[in-house]
């Protein structure tokens, strides 16, 4: 943190209005929301009829009502669901209760401060007195807020739950003669004034025993004890609201008709979380203890992100008094595909972690101009940028002017100064952050000295009213020399503000001529720059915790370094699939694994290898670009749906006519249609040839429609998945028989849910010409 002193204006009425600027009181009351497309929620009174289940009787057809009223046990399910929601509506109608009166107990507390607070600072005992009373209101204020926090935190989940109160049903018994206990688990857990648990957090350690997926004897670990149990039986439920739909009792994951049911639904434009249909495999990533770093090697569709974003809520849960969403970075593959996750932890009551690309964190810790560039580093180029840093010393041409605002504030001698203050302590951390210090002492000296200046006092109190206000919270009026002196302080300290921060992030010393000396270079790429900054100043976070990356295969071993050094002190969580990897030079999963063990982590594996998007007809398809030893271990879970359409052609025109056929035909179909251009210069050409018909192109401002026809780069279907995809140039010359290209059209192939359209203006790859169909 930059080191700025306060200005101490406050005696000489240049002071600050501490009780309206420190705390906040809690907003005016509004009316609260369950987020349903719908808007305001409707309490429903169980007791009486249900329009929206008599529709759906009406649209089901009179027999299947009547069969639900015949089973005693859909019934008596549907009973403990009305009673739920009917404790959640009396919740929910408390809570606003309570937060409606706090807001106007706050109104009314409001009037009386303004009242009796007068801001008195006639002389030093007053002014004392005065900071007496807002340390008091702000004690005040704080207890408002934290119970108005909790109380719209007891709202969102209550708001939650009423969506869907749960999904599942287990019964256990615990102890042979014991009467088995039935615990309802949803997406929060909620218990009544009576402190009996309505619903059990899907995170809490007894709803493992539902995911593991097969009745009989069972455990689950709680508190540091294993508790043995026997499941009797495991219930899912279809639930909107207060309707019961339907329930499923299966006693092994191949039954998982929720799952089914889930994965035969239309794409829609933005990720839905799974906790209803986690699958045992996913569920030992999700629930996996925590270690130094856990790298997850899962196929194409296997739920990799769905296991990533639920592996983060159940952190959340797990940590809910220490690990705060400020603590935990998610590093994506592009914006578009940040967008399309953006909703999944929200809807599950949870904030979203700091998410960003590797490009965007790279600006974060990089001037503008230096954030750009190749990323094919190798790593010996940073193995050898920490065995020069070990011999380092500071020369005269490593440092830079201090200048903000025009004005130069500290010069590049007078940093030399500093440095030969420490020249016995080697250059690195250490030696920069005892010249940190000494250079936050030099620029308030600095400043300090100008405040004295009659050119600094006649600006400050020249300043217009609005100025005056947002820098001192009130017009000044100074009437004696040190009041002046402290006033011009005050406005210096927030007209050069940035040279504070120029100094807390070591922008005085010449990075690029301290590398290029070092390493004998003409210039440093990006990676080898922020590593070198890392390694002569000791940048980066200690304070997150977790550092989650999607897609790690497109990642160098480089880049993963920077990572690791900048968090050094997080855990981290590695999600990709070998098979995916579409740039050269990226690290393989042993490289990865290797480069974490060496900087001292422990690194653990799991394996995803069910796929949960494709039909088993894409699946065969692209499972057939897979190492052979893989391939037989791939299974689907989808139904059969359409067969691949494979085709090449031999004339250009009748080339395009397909093309544009496909893409009109696409625009017919429900669901959401890609068309993969394998890069940049093939999609312009594409747009090129169809012209009007072209669809829209998405890129890193665009966010991805529910429905339609898009045209996007493999970069940036990174991640995502369609109803249809179309690859429109699977020739030799685009795919050829080495393993990135194998890879890039095993990506292409699989962003696919139920139909694929493969067409080469030409022979087609031999990567597919076992499967090739004739125009």
Known sequence: MARRPHGGARICHCTRDTFSTRRRFPSAPTRYKTDEPQGEHVFTDPAQPNPSRQAACDANGRAGCAENEADPVFQEEQRHLSEVYAALCGMKRAIVAKIEKLDSDVAADKEMLADELTGNFASMGEAFETYAEFASANKSIDLYNAAQELNFQNLQKVSLLLHQPYFAKVVLQFKPGDAPKELYIGNAGISDENYRRLVVDWRSPVAETYYNQENGPTSYVANGRTIKADLKLRRQFDIEADRLNAYFDTTVAIQDAMLL?????????????????????????????????????????????????????????????????????????????????????????????????????????????????????????????????????????????????????????????????????????????????????????????????????????????????????????????????????????????????????????????????????EGLLPVEWAYLKMAVTGMGDASVKYVMIDEVQDYTCAQLMVLRRYFRRAHFLLLGDENQAIKAHTASFSEVRSLFEKTGLHVEECRLMTSYRSSPQITRLFSHLMPEEDRIRVSSVQHMREEPRIASFSDAASYEGALRETVERAKEHAGLTAVIANDRAALKRIAKMLGDAAPAVIDDDATLPARGVVLMTLEFAKGLEFDHVVIPDAREEVFGDDRVAKNRLYTSISRATGRITILAPGPITPLLQHEDRPA
């Not at 109190?461 to 206000?469: W, Y």
């Open 261 to 521: 049911a889930s994965l035969s639904q239309e794409r829609t434009s933005r990720m839905k979380d799974i906790t209803a249909t986690i699958q045992k495999e996913q569920n030992e990533v999700i629930r996996h203890q925590d270690c130094d770093v856990l790298l997850v090697n899962g196929i194409a569709g296997s739920g990799k992100t769905s296991v990533l974003m639920q592996r983060i809520a159940y952190l959340f849960y797990r940590q809910r008094e220490t690990l705060r969403p400020e603590e935990v970075y998610l590093i994506t593959p592009n914006p578009v595909f940040s967008r399309y996750i953006a909703q999944v932890l929200p809807d599950l009551g949870e904030r979203n972690p700091e998410t960003m690309t590797f490009n965007q964190f790279m600006a974060h810790i990089m001037p503008p101009e230096r954030s750009r560039g190749r990323s094919d580093v190798d790593l010996s180029a940073l193995e050898r940028i920490d065995e020069a840093v070990r011999g380092l010393r500071f020369e005269p041409d490593d440092f830079k002017d201090i200048v903000c605002d025009g004005t130069q504030l500290i010069s590049a001698g007078q940093i030399r100064q500093a440095a030969d203050k420490f020249k016995r302590i080697p250059a690195g951390p250490h030696l920069v952050t005892l010249m940190r210090e000494e250079l936050h002492k030099r620029l308030n000296s600095r400043l300090r000295q100008m405040a004295a200046s009659e050119r600094a006092q006649n600006e400050a109190t020249s300043l217009s009213i609005q100025e005056q206000v947002r820098i001192f919270h009130e017009t000044i009026a100074p009437q004696t020399d040190a009041e002046l002196r402290e006033c011009a302080l005050t406005y210096l300290n927030d007209r050069y503000a940035a040279a504070f921060d120029i100094v807390e992030r070591d922008e005085w010393l010449r990075i690029d001529r301290i590398g290029m000396r070092l390493l004998r270079a």
